[in-house]
């Protein structure tokens, strides 16, 4: 059998390489084979590295504990068989790894300044993108007031009975639109996993949109299962992005939970529009709340599932959303107002749906360029700062470090 | 299927694995490439049965695992792999040996951090008693030797 003594010089370096200096104190006073292995220089270069970090900058968490050395790309001069070519003594080592390791942590901060500049990106482009999808609604319901007021003008007379088709094609244009813009929001924004989850998403989505139609009739049973069906499959999205390796796209998972709950809302009214006065005043009193309150309540549940519930982190990403739920409401009941007014012609009621495609196509054009023209290309200007103050001081550590070889 | 190849250990055991498996090895992809015929046995003098087994078992993990199980995961199976390989010392020195010889990298790596593990504070007594090394060292070679590493602690503390 094997003794601890008998193992390969080989397979020793390896051991000593990874054992910290009161170890390797121990096992060089362990026997005479240790001791002379051990002689070596290079293989106390890792250990002492370790301790300098520990004792002298504090930096043992970050730097030693969570990677081998050689995994680490800043420690390359501190390679053992560089250090053995120059013949450095541990006093030289010792002076250098500390040079190295101030110019190091200077670099670091470096790299926290970049961790916080794309985070600040990142929450500057969700808050644009959601100031742009609140603007992009406000026209199409504007505009789709206007062309309904337009229909009016042009022939007062003329109001047919409007199919549960044509009421489904308003309907569905809107719940379509705001899962579409989702969609591509997120595809803009996520990995090529979550890209792939999308799409699977929505290819669900079409036939489970589809069945209420055929199977369904009625504006009014059509127009609640869309809404409910939507709002399930943002919610379900939602709740993906929540959990597991989508943990870090929260901010999709509340995005898609703001849709889902929106369209639920807007379902609802739809849904109460066309009931008696009485209930319809009701349940748009009962739809507000629900705007407002859902979101910002599944939004707490998540936080809170992940232990970091907190006012005010909470209010702070969900103000965009009251705002928008709020306008959503607004123009709705405006909408109704109009419904009331007007009997919708068969015809032309199709022409408020195209409009809003093309909004959509040219609101998503204006938007992208927007993004990329005051986020994207600041974040690689900045970056191409950072790198280069990054090398600047890796160069600097370098030369202090060859500085100290020199002396020696 | 993959093909599979058959692999002779020293105490005449003849273990099949996944080619794919035993590439992992530097020394078989080698011997492999340059001159062995799959369909030969593969004699493994230096290698015990038992040492075998669990090399073919690591080595199988990992193929199975690269690129469908999770890094969190694949770490979790070593460590409770490691943990159970390495119970015995004498079995664990073994087994580093014959990982070395191989050129399994990943495992050598984890089979030398456990021996770090059972190393780490531990006095030379307590690791000569541990590991049954002789004490061939004089008193005053030891006293200098504390001597001279002694400024770090001092630092430390």
């Not at chain 1, 002379?36 to 030693?64: M, V």
Request: proline share 4%; hydrophobic share 45%; aromatic share 12%.
């Amino acid at each position: 059998m094997p003794k601890l003594n008998d193992l390969s010089d080989v397979v020793l370096d390896e051991v000593f390489n990874w054992c910290d200096l009161t170890t390797l104190h121990s096992l060089q006073q362990t026997c005479a084979r240790f001791r002379d292995l051990l002689q070596n220089e290079s293989c106390w270069i890792p250990a002492y590295f370790e301790k300098i970090c520990e004792i002298q900058l504090d930096l043992r968490f970050d730097l030693c504990s969570v990677k081998p050395f050689d995994e680490l790309d800043l420690t390359a001069p501190f390679n053992p068989d560089i250090m053995r070519s120059f013949g450095l003594s541990k006093k030289g080592y010792k002076e250098s790894v500390i040079l190295y390791l101030k110019a190091w942590k200077k670099s670091r901060k470096t790299t926290k300044e970049e961790i916080e500049l794309k985070n600040t990106q990142k929450d500057r482009t969700m808050k644009l993108w959601i100031m742009f999808l609140t603007g992009l609604f406000m026209c199409i319901f504007l505009i789709l007031s206007i062309a309904s007021f337009a229909v009016i003008l042009q022939s007062p007379s003329a109001a047919p009975k409007t199919t549960p088709f044509h009421y489904w094609l308003f309907s569905g244009g809107f719940f379509a639109l705001s899962v579409i813009t989702a969609c591509i929001i997120c595809l803009m924004f996520s990995p090529k996993t979550t890209r792939y989850l999308l799409c699977c998403l929505t290819a669900v989505s079409i036939p489970l949109i589809l069945l209420p139609m055929v199977w369904l009739d009625g504006f009014v049973v059509t127009s609640y299962w869309f809404g409910f069906i939507i709002s399930s499959l943002a919610i379900l999205g939602g709740i993906i992005f929540s959990f597991g390796s989508f943990i870090h796209r929260r901010d999709i998972a509340f995005l898609l939970f703001g849709i889902g709950i929106t369209c639920c809302g807007v379902s609802h009214v739809l849904f109460v529009l066309r009931m008696d006065n009485v209930i319809r005043l009701t349940g748009i009193l009962i739809a507000i709340p629900l705007f407002i309150a859902i979101p910002l309540f599944v939004y707490g549940c998540v936080l809170f599932l992940f232990g970091e519930l907190d006012f005010k982190q909470i209010f702070k990403p969900v103000q965009p959303y009251i705002i928008t739920a709020a306008i959503w409401v607004t123009l709705v009941l405006i909408i109704l107002r109009i419904d009331e007014i007007i009997q919708w012609n068969s015809n032309l009621c199709l022409i408020p749906v195209y409009i809003q495609y093309v909004l959509l196509i040219v609101g998503l054009i204006i938007g992208y360029a927007v993004y990329y023209v005051f986020t994207e290309s600041a974040i690689r200007r900045k970056a191409k700062r950072i790198n280069i103050a990054k090398e600047n001081a890796r160069l600097g550590a370098i030369q202090s470090l060859f500085h100290t070889l020199d002396n020696e | 299927m993959s093909e599979t190849l058959t692999l002779v250990s020293a105490d005449g055991k003849t273990l099949t694995a996944p080619k794919d498996a035993i590439m992992r090895s530097a020394m078989l992809k080698n011997l492999l490439e340059v001159a062995a015929n799959s369909d030969e046995q593969i004699p493994l003098d230096f290698v015990h049965s038992e040492d075998l087994e669990n090399i073919i078992e690591y080595c199988k993990y990992h193929v199975e695992a690269e690129g469908k199980a999770s890094e969190g995961d694949i770490s979790k199976w070593d460590g409770e792999f490691i943990n159970r390989v390495t119970q015995d010392d004498q079995k664990h020195l073994r087994l580093i040996q014959t990982t070395d010889q191989l050129q399994i990298e990943g495992l050598f790596k984890l089979l030398v951090q456990g021996i770090v593990r059972k190393l780490h504070n531990k006095t030379p007594e307590q690791i000569r008693e541990k590991w049954n090394i002789p004490d061939d060292l004089p008193k005053e070679k030891k006293d200098e030797i504390f001597n001279t590493t002694n400024w770090l602690y001092k630092k430390s503390q």
